[in-house]
């Protein structure tokens, strides 16, 4: 064991850590002693399915279960109801039971694609949160004052703004420190969005007295397909873990050079080493790498060996994808309303200047004829290089 390995592995990839030393003598005693230490992440289900960028913290968190880490994989199934504040401009609507059961059963299936399920517990705040009472919740309030909670950045700009803020939104930093009280976590996992909640787990242990100080590990937020904004489903910018490989595979080729190289630090496995020489070599390579890399831990590696193959075929060698959507038409239909109602494009207005522009084949031939309507049959419909359809036609 060399400890100065790990803890540079811990650290990479990481903004910032407080109580780096606290983790350090954990890991020293765990290989001294066998004693295992207790990592908490907590996650809202307040949308369905996990994304590459839910996966920054998991995969460290995956890396110190190697080195004696419990995780505790905290569902928010209380806190969703209220819904984090972090970032918002506006009250955030409260979730019905059955949408954060539904959401929270995708969270407890998916967390396995990266950690190991033989040291990680799954827990729900609202097995504790639901018996603090009236009483309890009024002596939580009671440990945290008013001009505190504005200190926080976002309530700031809001009550600056005269923006309304919600009581329940200054309980949210509160019960989230009460969950590390209940649970009493050595390491807290977050965004770096999330350190005004993180450091709560750590005020409020000291508060009720449990005799621990939890350590703070806060990771970069993943850029998204876009470049520009945090990885998020609400803008649309996101790979979701259950992506099927070949449109993973196919996302991941679409983000920039520049950005490649912040998702090896983020998502791999790779050393640095290995990183490295891949950035001596041409971006393509170390981009299909990458894409090879992530859809084989999400779906295995001959998922990604095909995914690979049909990229190269359709992007390289002017192939069809062996797999298409299908869109069905009646005998007759016009090729412009087809290709915008399919989603090929985004009107007929656009679909006649694609056509116009030697851009739609169907079958293989290009296709001039703006008046093209379609006979009985199935035909392979392409605009561009990429965009593929199944049409038909009865």
Not at 247 to 276: A, P, Q, R, Y
Not at 315 to 333: K, T
Request: aromatic share 8%; charged share 25%.
């Amino acid at each position: 064991m060399n400890l100065d390995e790990i803890m540079k592995e811990v650290r990479r990839g990481v903004a910032e850590v407080i109580g780096f030393e606290q983790i350090q003598e954990m890991i020293r005693k765990y290989y001294e002693t066998g004693e295992h230490f207790y990592v908490k992440l907590g996650a809202d289900p307040t949308a369905a399915d996990l994304h590459f960028g839910h996966t920054v913290v998991l995969n460290k968190m995956a890396l110190l279960q190697k080195h004696g880490a419990i995780v505790q994989f905290l569902v928010g199934d209380f806190t969703a109801k209220i819904g984090d504040p972090t970032g918002k401009s506006a009250t955030r609507k409260m979730l019905d039971d059955e949408t954060i059961r539904a959401n929270a059963k995708t969270y407890t299936e998916q967390v396995f694609k990266i950690l190991d399920r033989e040291k990680t517990e799954i827990l729900y705040n609202s097995s504790w949160l639901k018996e603090l009472g009236a009483a309890g919740l009024i002596a939580l309030a009671s440990t945290f004052n008013v001009a505190r909670m504005l200190e926080r950045d976002d309530f700031t700009k809001r009550y600056k703004a005269q923006t309304p803020i919600a009581i329940s939104e200054f309980l949210y930093p509160l019960l989230q420190g009460y969950d590390s009280v209940v649970m009493k976590c050595d390491i807290e996992f977050g965004g770096t969005d999330q350190k005004f909640n993180l450091l709560m787990g750590r005020t409020l242990q000291r508060t009720y007295n449990t005799g621990k100080e939890q350590a703070v590990v806060m990771m970069p937020l993943l850029v998204g397909l876009d470049g520009v904004h945090k990885m998020s489903k609400s803008l649309g910018n996101y790979i979701g873990v259950t992506d099927e490989p070949s449109n993973m595979f196919g996302k991941v080729l679409s983000i920039s050079d520049e950005l490649m190289w912040t998702w090896f630090e983020l998502l791999s496995t790779k050393s640095e080493s290995e990183v490295e020489a891949l950035k001596a070599g041409h971006p393509k390579a170390a981009k299909e790498a990458l894409a090879c890399e992530l859809v084989a831990r999400y779906h295995g590696e001959a998922a990604a060996v095909a995914a690979l193959k049909e990229f190269q075929n359709v992007h390289g060698g002017g192939g069809v994808p062996s797999e298409l959507e299908s869109f069905s038409v009646s005998v007759g239909a016009w090729l412009p309303e087809v290709l915008s109602s399919c989603g090929l494009v985004g009107s007929n207005s656009e679909a006649r200047r694609n056509i116009k522009a030697n851009a739609v084949s169907i079958d293989g031939v290009k296709v001039t004829d703006e008046q093209f309507k379609f006979e009985k049959g199935e035909f392979v419909v392409q605009v561009g290089k990429k965009k593929f359809i199944k049409v038909v036609v009865a």
